[in-house]
Structure formats: C-alpha cells, structure tokens
C-alpha cells in the first residue's frame, strides 16, 4: 500500500506507459522521498480545499475550458507539453490559455486557442473547468486564489521525477481527460508548431543543411560546427549550409563564416530571424542537425530529417518518435564527446542513403529507457 501510494510520483495517471528512465529513477530515489514528494502535495490540495473540487475527466457539459500553463518558458519544451491540442477541436473545446509573455509570443493567434492570457484582468467569467498542470505549490496556489471552488483536472498530477517523453505523455493525459482513445492510445499526435502558419510541405531544398548553432546549457551545446562544416565538405563541397539559433550562437556563427566562407557556401541567420521565419526555413531544407534544443523540437514540427546530438540522461525516444526521420548520436556526458568526424559522416552517409526511421549511434553507455 505504502509503495504503491509513493509510486504515483512515477506513473502516468492514466496507466499508460511512456519512454522514460522510470527504472534508474526508482533505484536512485528511496520510498522514503518518494512518499514524501507526492504527501507533500497532497496535504497542499487538503489545506486549500482543492481535493473536493478535483476532477479525473472533463465534465459531460463543460465546453468553456482555462488552461493554466505556467510552467518552464522553453520553446521545446511548450511544443511537446501544447501539441495535443490538436484533440480540443474533436472535443468542443473552447480554450483559454494562461501563461507566461514569452509563451503567448511563441503561439499568438495560433487557432487552437480562444484568447491566450498573460494577467488575471483578463480571465473571462464563464469558465466550465480548470485545467492544471500539476498539483505543485504554484497552481494550487492559484487555483485557491482566483477560481476557488471551480472543477480542475490536472495533466500531470502527482507525477514527479523522471525523464520522460513529453509529448507522449501530454498525448496520453489529455486523452484521459478528455476520454478520447484512452482503451488504445497510439501517441500519434505529431508535435506542432503555430497552427496560423501552413506545416504542409511543398517540397525541400537540395543540398541544404541547416546547423542548430549555440545553447544554453553547456553540456548540450556542441562547439565544434566548424569542424563538421570541413569534414562534411571533403566529400560533398556542394552543400549550402544556414546557420540557426539565438543570440547566445553568435559569436560562434560569426567565427565560423569569417573562418570558411571563401570555401563553402554559408548564410548566418543567427539571431536575425523570427520563430515563424525559422519554422519556415527549416521546412524547406534537407536536413536538420542540432543538440537536444528548441531548434530541434521546432523541426521535428517541420518534419525536416534530423541529426539529433544527445547526451547524459536524455535518450532519443524521450525526444522522438521511433518513427522519426531521425538518427542521433549520443555521448554518455556531453554533447563535445561527440567526434565532429562522425557527425560529418552522418551528414554524408544522409546524402547517399537518404533519411530512415530513427536510428541511433552511442558514444559510450546508453541512457536507461523503458517503454
């Protein structure tokens, strides 16, 4: 009983199963705490009265829906979490969104979405249900101070801990909620971009290779582009490469055009583009090649094939789809373990072969993932 009230932290609440690293997060994390992280939000839905107002499924009659999506303002992270709103249309949802500036800019007049909100003077009034990302301190917190004894369901509930495929798992919830397919759920939701811009593919480039330049965690952030630029170029001269990614990518982009731009075709777009003008380019090119990051997410919704770069914890089906045009190549610590030679073998192998379903490529011992 004990266990089975602390493994709740660690299974999706709809029963389902999701590529994540549940086994070594079990191992690594005592009863003890688990039990603790998941009493601990309990005792928080009992003392501001939200347990007598939860709900495991949409109400039959509830059509005028609040999403509250307050949680980390990165661009991948919010394509995998809001993707599965492409269920709400089959449901006769209408949807407000309360999130953060930075969100609403990435989504603004996405169709999907009713208003999105970014201040409580905003909220309408006639509200059906609540929908809650988790029972953490700060949604509960807001739960109790602005829709008090509302009905709320939420997508993550107790779960706490492991790394996991999130699209999967926003897929798999939102279809519990909403009870749609939850007998058989075939996670065939594709991630999405903004639903204002057209994501049909009209035909891609020849022989241009967009590069994820930049990061912001150091062990995901690959320094050796230049590097794969050459090695790439020794067997295929002809490839036109772009260079994408934000502010933090441009000295380095800098750098790599002043270095090879009398030997290879190169434009520099970092930091000069819009997120729809970059979704667009990426729809057009060949091929993709990027660290675990936002650029990598917004290719997959352009369904551009993919190099992916991992490392640590993080393995490709918690990113990807095991369908994907996708290969990845994973160090066991830091994306710099990874040979620029091999990277540029895989750009190379691309062009001869074509793109296949994901496949990968260790640089040391593989992560741990159940499925």
Not at 31 to 57: G, N, P, S
Not at 127 to 134: G, K, M
Not at 144 to 171: C, D, I, K, Q
Not at 351 to 362: D, I, M, P, Q, W
């Amino acid at each position: 009983m004990l266990k089975k009230y602390a493994d709740a932290v660690a299974t999706p609440a709809w029963g389902g199963v999701i590529p994540s690293n549940v086994e070594s997060y079990l191992a690594r994390t005592s009863l003890v705490k688990r039990f603790w992280q998941r009493l601990k939000r309990d005792f928080l839905l009992l003392i501001t009265c939200q347990v007598f107002f939860r709900r495991e499924t949409l109400p039959i009659k509830a059509k005028r829906v609040l999403y509250v999506y307050l949680g980390a303002q990165q661009l991948g992270d919010s394509i995998m979490d809001l993707s599965p709103r492409v269920l709400w249309a089959e449901a006769g949802l209408q949807v407000d969104m309360f999130t953060h500036e930075s969100i609403k800019s990435i989504y603004d007049q996405d169709p999907s979405f009713n208003k999105i909100l970014t201040s409580p003077s905003e909220f309408g009034k006639a509200y059906d249900l609540i929908v809650l990302q988790s029972y953490n301190v700060k949604c509960l917190k807001f739960k109790w101070r602005y829709f008090f004894s509302m009905p709320f369901v939420t997508l993550y509930g107790h779960y706490y801990g492991p790394e996991f495929n999130r699209l999967e798992f926003a897929e798999g919830t939102w279809r519990q909620v909403l009870k749609i397919g939850v007998d058989n759920p075939s996670y065939s939701i594709r991630p999405v971009f903004n639903l204002r811009i057209d994501h049909e593919q009209n035909g891609r480039e020849l022989s241009q290779v967009v590069l994820a330049i930049g990061g912001v965690v150091s062990w995901r952030t690959y320094p050796y582009w230049e590097d794969v630029i050459r090695e790439t170029a020794k067997l295929a001269p002809n490839i036109n490469w772009i260079l994408l990614g934000s502010a933090n990518g441009q000295r380095v982009a800098e750098q790599i055009v002043n270095s090879l731009h009398e030997q290879c075709s190169i434009v520099n777009n970092v930091n000069s583009m819009s997120l729809d003008e970059v979704f667009q380019t990426l729809k057009n090119a060949s091929l993709l090649v990027a660290a675990d990051g936002g650029l990598l997410h917004v290719g997959r919704a352009a369904e551009v094939p993919i190099i992916g770069l991992f490392a640590g914890d993080i393995h490709p089906r918690m990113r990807f789809a095991s369908n994907d045009l996708a290969h990845v190549i994973h160090a066991e610590t830091d994306v710099a373990n990874i040979d620029p030679e091999i990277v540029a073998s895989s750009i190379n192998k691309f062009f001869r072969e074509g793109a296949s379903r994901l496949t990968v490529e260790y640089v040391g011992s593989p992560p741990d993932c159940s499925e």
